[in-house]
T-cell receptor, first 113, second 115 residues
Framework: DADVTQTPRNRITKTGKRIMLECSQTKGHDRMYWYRQDPGLGLRLIYY???????NKGEISDGYSVSRQAQAKFSLSLESAIPNQTALYFCATSVAGGRYEQFFGPGTRLTVL | QQQVKQSPQSLIVQKGGISIINCAYE??????FPWYQQFPGKGPALLIAIRPDVSEKKEGRFTISFNKSAKQFSLHIMDSQPGDSATYFCAASKSLTGGGNKLTFGTGTQLKVEL
C-alpha cells in the first residue's frame, strides 16, 4: 500500500543535541509537510515543500530546518534541541491539486530532556 | 493567535447519542473546511469536508453544518459508537499558489463514547 512512514517512532534526546526526523512516502505526492502536535494546541505547521527545489516556512519554523532530498523524502532537523520542542511530530503529503486532504504518517514522539 | 477555535476540549457521550463539536474561524480567505479524525498512536485522517458555499454536508452518521455569516461550523456524529472514540480536529484550508493546500487546525476535541 502507498504509505507515509516516519523514523524514528520514538526518540529521547538531551538539550543541545542535533536530531533528525525522517519522512518517506510511496504515494507519489509532490507536496510534503511537517507539523508538531501539542496537547491543547492542535497541529501547527513547521515547514512545507512543493518539490525538491521549494521549501517554505510554516507558522512555527524557528529552531527547525528541513531538507527535501528527493520527491519521496523530507527530513526535519532540530539543530540544538531544547525541552519545549518535546512534542509529537507528523509528516504529511498531498497531491498538487489537493484542496483539503493531506495524508499523515504515524508520527514521531520526541522527548528533549 | 489561534485562527480556528474549537470547543469543547473533551466530550463524553453515551452510545447512541449525538456528539457535537464546534469551530469558529476568523480569516475569510479559507476555501474548504475539513474535519480530521485521529486514533491513539496514529496520524490524523480526513473524515469529511465542506465548501463555504454549502450549509450542510452529510456522510453516513457524520454531518458538517456551516454558517458562513457567523464564521462557524460544527461536526455532528449521530448514533455515536464506541469506535468513534478519537480526537477530532476541525481545520480550515487555503489553496496555495502552485497547487497544494495549507491547513490551519483547531485545538482538537477528545471524544469518548461510553457504553
Amino acid at each position: 500500500d502507498a504509505d507515509v512512514t516516519q523514523t524514528p517512532r520514538n526518540r529521547i534526546t538531551k538539550t543541545g543535541k542535533r536530531i533528525m526526523l525522517e519522512c518517506s512516502q510511496t504515494k507519489g505526492h509532490d507536496r510534503m509537510y511537517w507539523y508538531r502536535q501539542d496537547p491543547g494546541l492542535g497541529l501547527r505547521l513547521i515547514y512545507y515543500s512543493f518539490d525538491v527545489k521549494d521549501i517554505n516556512k510554516g507558522e512555527i519554523s524557528d529552531g527547525y530546518s528541513v531538507s527535501r532530498q528527493a520527491q519521496a523524502k523530507f527530513s526535519l532537523s532540530l539543530e540544538s534541541a531544547i525541552p519545549n520542542q518535546t512534542a509529537l511530530y507528523f509528516c504529511a503529503t498531498s497531491v498538487a491539486g489537493g484542496r483539503y486532504e493531506q495524508f499523515f504518517g504515524p508520527g514521531t514522539r520526541l522527548t528533549v530532556l | 493567535q489561534q485562527q480556528v477555535k474549537q470547543s469543547p476540549q473533551s466530550l463524553i457521550v453515551q452510545k447512541g447519542g449525538i456528539s457535537i463539536i464546534n469551530c469558529a474561524y476568523e480569516n475569510t480567505a479559507f476555501d474548504y473546511f475539513p474535519w480530521y479524525q485521529q486514533f491513539p498512536g496514529k496520524g490524523p485522517a480526513l473524515l469529511i469536508a465542506i465548501r463555504p458555499d454549502v450549509s450542510e454536508k452529510k456522510e453516513g452518521r457524520f454531518t458538517i453544518s456551516f454558517n458562513k455569516s457567523a464564521k462557524q461550523f460544527s461536526l455532528h456524529i449521530m448514533d455515536s459508537q464506541p469506535g468513534d472514540s478519537a480526537t477530532y480536529f476541525c481545520a480550515a484550508s487555503k489553496s496555495l499558489t502552485g497547487g497544494g493546500n495549507k491547513l490551519t487546525f483547531g485545538t482538537g476535541t477528545q471524544l469518548k463514547v461510553e457504553l
